[in-house]
T-cell receptor
Framework: DAGVIQSPRHEVTEMGQEVTLRCKPI?????LFWYRQTMMRGLELLIY????????DSGMPEDRFSAKMPNASFSTLKIQPSEPRDSAVYFC????????????FGSGTRLTVV | KQEVTQIPAALSVPEGENLVLNCSFT??????LQWFRQDPGKGLTSLLL?????REQTSGRLNASLDKSSGRSTLYIAASQPGDSATYLC???????????FGQGTRLTINP
């Protein structure tokens, strides 16, 4: 398996622009998570899906953030409009829901908003 | 609310030493605990997963222990090598929850 695949690896955008981050989970995994990592706050959960349905979006910082999972093999995290304080590394992870299994993370997208 | 703490925040040791990284969590009602490694600018690589019913897991030179009742886990690295230099993160999955709660990590440097 190729693991969790995220794109792009790096994104530099100007303040006010729309940014879309993409994630392909491991085939067969029924949970997908979006995390954000910053120096100040560490790793924070933004939202997670179960069988393509959003379950908990309480970590989404503002209405500027939205996430979708149109099918089992694809998810997007969109920021519109972007702001400099959104600069961070965004990780996608997937898992089987059974408690015996751990989580597999993608390589992340480093977002810089200037 | 589950909180995870890792001490120390940074550790520098000479090559060849055995070392222990610490992780503590406030709520002992967990399903499992996972240790990750993160290299600079990279993603998270899973090292070990310990279920709540287990006391330890081993993989090569790594050994992770879990004392759920006291809310503690340790990651033991034997015969450290410069290639072990990275940030080590622990994360717990609380009972009844799906998400992982992470500690802030320990940045480990192994000096040749």
């Amino acid at each position: 398996d190729a693991g969790v695949i995220q794109s792009p690896r790096h994104e530099v955008t100007e303040m006010g622009q729309e940014v879309t981050l993409r994630c392909k989970p491991i085939s067969g995994h029924d949970y997908l998570f979006w995390y954000r990592q910053t120096m100040m706050r560490g790793l924070e959960l933004l939202i997670y899906f179960n069988n393509n349905v959003p379950i908990d979006d309480s970590g989404m910082p503002e209405d500027r953030f939205s996430a979708k999972m149109p099918n089992a093999s694809f998810s997007t995290l969109k920021i519109q409009p972007s702001e400099p304080r959104d600069s961070a590394v965004y990780f996608c992870a997937s898992s089987l829901g059974r408690i015996l299994y751990g989580y597999t993370f993608g390589s992340g997208t480093r977002l810089t908003v200037v | 609310k589950q909180e995870v703490t890792q001490i120390p925040a940074a550790l520098s040791v000479p090559e060849g030493e055995n070392l222990v990284l610490n992780c503590s969590f406030t709520d002992s009602a967990i399903y499992n605990l996972q240790w990750f490694r993160q290299d600079p600018g990279k993603g998270l690589t899973s090292l070990l997963l310990i279920q709540s019913s287990q006391r330890e897991q081993t993989s090569g030179r790594l050994n992770a222990s879990l004392d759920k009742s006291s809310g503690r886990s340790t990651l033991y690295i034997a015969a450290s090598q410069p290639g072990d230099s990275a940030t080590y993160l622990c994360a717990v999955r609380a009972q009844g929850a799906q998400k992982l709660v992470f500690g802030q990590g320990t940045r480990l440097t192994i000096n040749p």
